[in-house]
């Protein structure tokens, strides 16, 4: 079945301390996204990638940062610049590189503080 | 600056009624909107799109309908049942290539 995988599910970060977040799909799609979403909060664009090689900040890009060398994957590193990382962060990818398609999105990684 | 308001009190209604959702937004002129269903500790599920030049959008018992005017789209559930208890987002396009997500409306269906 094709879809969208993020790992680990829980993650701990010691202060002054990077982890990276895994995302990979199998969908075939050229976009991909990463979003943070804090209780009672709506999700909250990080970066975006529309093809390998490139991507673009979102509105909380500061303290994170992202590659894509393959068109599967798209990893999320939270560095230790980010001061409040503790939230539940959500991958996800489109087919096309427009807003007038639906997003397919993994089950997230909810990452917490040591 | 663009906003976004859904319901931020939780939607309470019995098993059969009809459950109504409000998506209202500021400072956008979005060309799509999108409708997603996020269970517990889950990702959001797409559920449905519909385009500045629709009016409505219906699937199965599903109805979408998006007013440019008022600025304002209204998610319907027709026929609910417990299993659509969950938070239903709605997102608006930012730019060609992003979207902006609302906070969610809670809905809760009892038997």
């Known amino acids: 079945d094709g879809g969208i995988t993020q790992s680990p599910k829980y993650l701990f970060r010691k202060e002054g301390q990077n982890v990276t977040l895994s995302c990979e799909q199998n969908l075939n799609h050229d976009a991909m996204y990463w979003y943070r979403q804090d209780p009672g909060q709506g999700l909250r664009l990080i970066y975006y990638?529309?093809?390998?090689?490139?991507?673009q900040k979102g509105d909380i890009a500061e303290g994170y940062s992202v590659s894509r060398e393959k068109k599967e994957s798209f990893p999320l590193t939270v560095t230790s610049a980010q001061k409040n990382p503790t939230a539940f962060y959500l991958c996800?990818?489109?087919?096309?590189?427009?807003?007038?398609?639906?997003?397919?999105f993994g089950d997230g990684t909810r990452l917490s503080i040591l | 600056s663009q906003k976004i308001e859904q319901n931020s009190e939780a939607l309470n209604i019995q098993e059969g009624k009809t459950a109504t959702l409000t998506c209202n937004y500021t400072n956008y002129s979005p060309a799509y909107l999108q409708w997603y269903r996020q269970d517990p500790g889950r990702g959001p599920v797409f559920l449905l799109l519909?385009?500045?030049?629709?009016k409505e959008k219906r699937k199965e018992r599903l109805k979408v309908t998006f007013d440019t005017t008022l600025k304002q789209s209204l998610f319907h559930i027709t026929a609910s049942q417990p299993a659509d208890s969950a938070t239903y987002l709605c997102?608006?396009?930012?730019?060609?290539?992003?979207?902006?997500f609302g906070k969610g409306t809670s809905l809760l269906v009892t038997p």
């Open positions: 990638s529309q093809i390998v090689n490139d991507f």
């Open positions: 997102a608006l396009d930012e730019n060609s290539y992003a979207l902006n």
């Open positions: 519909i385009r500045e030049n629709e």
């Open positions: 996800a990818s489109c087919i096309g590189q427009g807003a007038d398609q639906p997003q397919h």
